[in-house]
């Protein structure tokens, strides 16, 4: 924890965006490390994380929200409420957007809603290293007439290129006050619920298509053995019986695969030895199912 006298300062900056648009990338960029999962297929960002950014005496706490798009099932209500909240008490809000595959109805209701937000407002064009510069400025102005942001940023989430610029901006944003969380402490998501999103990313990155949205990670127990390894169970839910099949491959292959790139993956970030057990279950009406709204983190949407 900081101990110093000097003024320290600690604020809360919502991340929003159009899905896909690389908030999840960015919050990792600007935290120094993963704590959001990242996916080329979008709305993969579900539970509402947080980063926690420290540049000298500032912390950054990174309100992680999912995609914001036009809901229809219950549980993509739950993702888009979570989203607004994660914009209510912030000290900045930043709006994410991916340059180059702009997702323009999906980020126009943003803008409206955005114009009657109080808050500092920062448009963050990502995605730079893929775009074409002259179509960056045009949109840099077209985005600007609508939104009235306090700053434009110009980055690459992916290289790095012009992230520790907009750190530095963030940081002056951020009120004077004590810090929240100890120095530390990168996200407030639990080991447990990390555990279960480096699974969930791994079930998306190794069957991509084959496995329709309908398709969860959910946490069974988190135990810390007297060895200081950690083993881990968890379950991955499925609607149908044929999705069983796909997720568990050949001879019980692809879940084999899935299950020793997410024990490499959680052992490189907690530093522990992993001991990972997974289990596929079938139950139908899952994305109805109201605990499994508070096991993601989310609120129950009616
Ligand atoms: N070329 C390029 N790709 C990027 C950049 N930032 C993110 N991406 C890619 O864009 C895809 C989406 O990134 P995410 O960070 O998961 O996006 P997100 O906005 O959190 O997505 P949702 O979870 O759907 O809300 C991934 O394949 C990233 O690797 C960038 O600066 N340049």
């Known amino acids: 924890m900081n101990t110093d006298n ?81 914009a209510e008490a912030a000290d900045a809000i930043m709006l994410v957007v991916d340059s180059v595959k702009l997702r323009r109805h999906e980020l126009e209701p943003l803008l409206e809603r955005l114009a009657h937000r109080s808050e500092r407002k920062l448009l963050v064009l990502n995605k730079v290293d893929a775009a074409k510069k002259e179509a960056l400025l045009v949109l840099a102005q077209d985005l600007a007439a609508k939104g009235n942001f306090d700053e434009i940023f110009f980055i690459s989430a992916l290289t790095g290129d012009g992230v520790p610029e907009l750190k530095a901006q963030l940081a002056g944003m951020m009120p004077e006050g004590p810090w929240l969380y100890p120095e530390d402490q990168v996200s407030d998501a639990s080991e447990r619920l990390l555990a279960a999103e480096v699974t969930r990313e791994q079930l998306y990155r190794q069957l991509r298509d084959e496995l329709p949205y309908d398709s969860a990670v959910r946490p069974e127990s988190y135990v810390e053995r007297p060895d200081g390894s950690v083993e881990v169970r968890q379950q991955i839910v499925v609607g149908r019986d044929t999705q069983k099949a796909i997720v568990l491959g050949k001879g019980g292959s692809r879940i084999k695969a899935i299950g020793e790139a997410a024990r490499n993956e959680l052992s490189e970030l907690l530093g522990q030895k992993v001991h990972l057990f997974l289990h596929v279950k079938v139950e139908e009406n899952w994305a109805e199912d109201r605990e499994f709204y508070e096991v993601l983190g989310l609120d129950w949407v009616k």
């Not at 509402?48 to 950014?53: F, S, T």
């Open 6 to 86: 000097t003024e320290t300062r600690c604020g809360v900056v919502a991340v929003i965006g159009a899905p896909n648009a690389g908030k999840s990338t960015l919050v990792n960029a600007l935290v120094g490390q993963k704590v959001a999962i990242t996916s080329p297929k979008a709305q993969t960002t579900r539970a509402r994380l947080l980063g926690i950014a420290l540049l000298e005496r500032t912390q950054m706490v990174l309100a992680d929200t999912p995609g914001i798009f036009a809901p229809k099932r219950r549980l993509d209500r739950a993702m888009v409420s979570a989203a607004w909240e994660g």
